[in-house]
């Protein structure tokens, strides 16, 4: 399969065909990894970690005080038919 380096801006790019981006299971956007490896240009996905409800639970400080912002919106009166 051929393609071409062409001009993006001040940068460059190489257009993949559609085909391939299916083949590959890539996607528009999708962030990923270059490198030269042997002289050859290599792209290999990136994939985003994946966090167990524990793992975030365990970053938080359950001390921490609530936002200002949020403290506000539960003491705000109703003002509509929420409040049924």
Sequence with gaps: MESAIRKL???AGII???ALLRTLKFEVGQA???????GRLVVT???RKRYTAAEL????DPR?????DIVAWE?????GSEAL
């Excluded at 990923?32 to 042997?38: A, F, G, K, L, R």
């Excluded at 639970?57 to 938080?60: I, L, S, W």
């Design 45 to 47: 996905p990136k994939t």
């Design 75 to 79: 003491h705000a009166p109703a003002v």
């Design 57 to 60: 639970n365990a970053q938080c």
């Design 16 to 18: 993949l065909p559609a």
């Design 64 to 68: 921490a005080p609530m936002p200002e």
């Design 32 to 38: 990923i990894d270059i490198e030269v490896v042997d």
């Design 9 to 11: 801006g001040n940068s």
